[in-house]
């Protein structure tokens, strides 16, 4: 008999129960069912690593793949192609293309953007030039080791008809400098690929 209400100062009604079955719910593992958790722990951390490893590969791929479309050494931005001034382009179809043709430009010791520029103005190319390639390219390829593209590959340069030209400004000695060098090489390698052209195919002007 509890006189003075000492077990409700001292506990809830119905404490020890509660406390009891949570006692009773509390159950230790074998160390078989320690040693298949462990290994089921393992398999989701390297499970997981992997899918993540896998992501930020696969971000990496993404993001190298539009930086060479935009940056680097290899330019492909609308807003520096030729204007269709009937000249160094004049907006006619190219037919299917067979030939990657190099050429000097003759200007020296421009960097890519220089060369470009230089081909913009239409007057400073002499329309009446003995070569008709000499008028314009497709791309040009600076000092620098910069190349840009002048005329979408879906026309024809001026005189082109099924090649793909590619102009070169050399340095003060008529050489390529390094830099130069590097990205012509890229860049024809990469044409070779994508347009499935031979190396016998590839003609130095």
Request: with cysteine; net charge neutral.
């Given at each position: 008999?509890?006189?003075?209400?000492?077990?409700?100062?001292?506990?809830?009604?119905?404490?020890?129960?509660?406390?009891?079955?949570?006692?009773?719910?509390?159950?230790?593992?074998?160390?078989?069912?320690?040693?298949?958790?462990?290994?089921?722990?393992?398999?989701?951390?390297?499970?997981?690593?992997?899918?993540?490893?896998?992501?930020?590969?696969?971000?990496?791929y993404i993001v190298m793949g539009e930086l060479k479309k935009s940056t680097?050494?290899?330019?492909?931005?609308?807003?520096?192609?030729?204007?269709?001034?009937?000249?160094?382009?004049?907006?006619?179809?190219?037919?299917?293309?067979?030939?990657?043709?190099?050429?000097?430009?003759?200007?020296?010791?421009?960097?890519?953007?220089?060369?470009?520029?230089?081909?913009?103005?239409?007057?400073?190319?002499?329309?009446?030039?003995?070569?008709?390639?000499?008028?314009?390219?497709?791309?040009?390829?600076?000092?620098?080791?910069?190349?840009?593209?002048?005329?979408?590959?879906?026309?024809?340069?001026?005189?082109?008809?099924?090649?793909?030209?590619i102009t070169y400004s050399p340095d003060a000695d008529g050489n390529f400098?390094?830099?130069?060098?590097?990205?012509?090489?890229?860049?024809?390698?990469?044409?070779?690929?994508?347009?499935?052209?031979?190396?016998?195919?590839?003609?130095?002007?």
């Amino acid at each position: 008999m509890d006189l003075f209400g000492l077990r409700s100062r001292h506990r809830r009604p119905g404490s020890y129960w509660k406390t009891k079955t949570a006692c009773e719910s509390v159950r230790i593992m074998t160390k078989k069912e320690w040693k298949r958790r462990k290994r089921r722990m393992i398999i989701a951390v390297i499970s997981a690593t992997i899918i993540v490893l896998a992501g930020i590969t696969a971000l990496v791929y993404i993001v190298m793949g539009e930086l060479k479309k935009s940056t680097g050494n290899s330019v492909r931005d609308d807003s520096l192609y030729l204007s269709v001034n009937g000249v160094t382009r004049t907006g006619e179809k190219a037919p299917l293309i067979g030939i990657i043709y190099v050429q000097n430009s003759g200007f020296t010791g421009l960097s890519a953007l220089e060369l470009r520029n230089r081909y913009e103005r239409a007057d400073l190319v002499n329309p009446l030039l003995k070569n008709p390639l000499e008028k314009s390219a497709h791309y040009a390829v600076g000092v620098d080791g910069v190349c840009i593209e002048m005329i979408p590959l879906t026309e024809k340069a001026p005189g082109g008809d099924d090649r793909i030209i590619i102009t070169y400004s050399p340095d003060a000695d008529g050489n390529f400098t390094e830099a130069e060098e590097k990205a012509l090489n890229d860049l024809i390698e990469d044409l070779m690929d994508e347009y499935s052209i031979g190396s016998e195919n590839v003609i130095m002007g």
